[in-house]
């Protein structure tokens, strides 16, 4: 599918739900695409990319940067305590704060580095032992723990369980970034990302829609 065919989807639905035209910002995800594929992508105009590890990113970004300055890539995926020097140098936003120790340790190093990335708590609203994010019993005390670190939190990320209806936890996240007054959504992917800017996304994750199957060998 071609990235005009996913942003008219994403217009449709944005209309679908009597929203303003553009107000969901597509992600693509270029994570384990070949070079080629991401350039291809930047080539055709979009700008605004999603990484899931920061050193396939570091030897990613800078040389494409070097021609497309305006490129904006964001972290998506888990991020390690012992990477988020790095990760605050390099993205310009991350969508995985999900524990105090690493907004601890992004709050000293955005103040040691003056540089200040968006930032998106991840609430694991299936509560899924394999996977990462605060729980949604938990997540006021977290927002309001991360602002009083002084993050930039814009919003709160979600990757519904395989196996449930997205929708669901789709509506569950917006109730939880509303009462905390944080309007960024970032929800929604290749198979359901429709369903996310229904409910009000405001960044969808597209990946393989746009750059074809992935390659992990």
């Known amino acids: 599918m071609s990235l005009s065919e996913i942003t008219s989807r994403i217009h449709a639905a944005e209309t679908a739900a009597g929203r303003t035209i553009?107000?969901?910002q597509l992600i693509a995800v270029s994570k384990v695409?070949?070079?080629e594929r991401v350039a291809t992508v930047l080539a055709e105009g979009h700008r605004l990319f999603g990484e899931n590890k920061v050193q396939e990113a570091e030897g990613k970004w800078p040389m494409?940067?070097?021609t497309y300055a305006d490129a904006q890539v964001h972290l998506i995926g888990p991020l390690q305590t012992n990477k988020v020097k790095n990760a605050v140098a390099?993205?310009?936003a991350i969508?995985?704060?999900d524990r105090p120790k690493l907004a601890q340790k992004l709050a000293a190093?955005?103040?040691a580095q003056g540089r200040s990335p968006d930032m998106f708590i991840q609430v694991n609203t299936g509560e899924e032992e394999q996977k990462a994010g605060v729980i949604p019993a938990d997540a006021d005390q977290f927002i309001a723990d991360c602002l009083a670190?002084?993050?930039p939190i814009k919003g709160l990320m979600v990757i519904p369980p395989v196996d449930e209806e997205p929708s669901l936890h789709?509506?569950?996240l917006r109730k939880i970034a509303l009462r905390n007054g944080l309007t960024g959504l970032s929800m929604g992917m290749s198979s359901d990302f429709e369903r996310a800017v229904a409910l009000g996304a405001t960044h969808v994750r597209v990946g393989s829609a746009i750059f074809g199957e992935r390659d992990y060998s």
Request: no cysteine; net charge negative; aromatic share 12%.
């Open 22 to 24: 553009g107000s969901t």
């Open 33 to 35: 695409q070949p070079n």
């Open 64 to 66: 494409f940067r070097e």
């Open 90 to 92: 390099l993205f310009d």
């Open 95 to 97: 969508h995985a704060v």
């Open 109 to 111: 190093e955005i103040q």
């Open 149 to 151: 670190l002084d993050l």
């Open 170 to 172: 789709f509506a569950l």
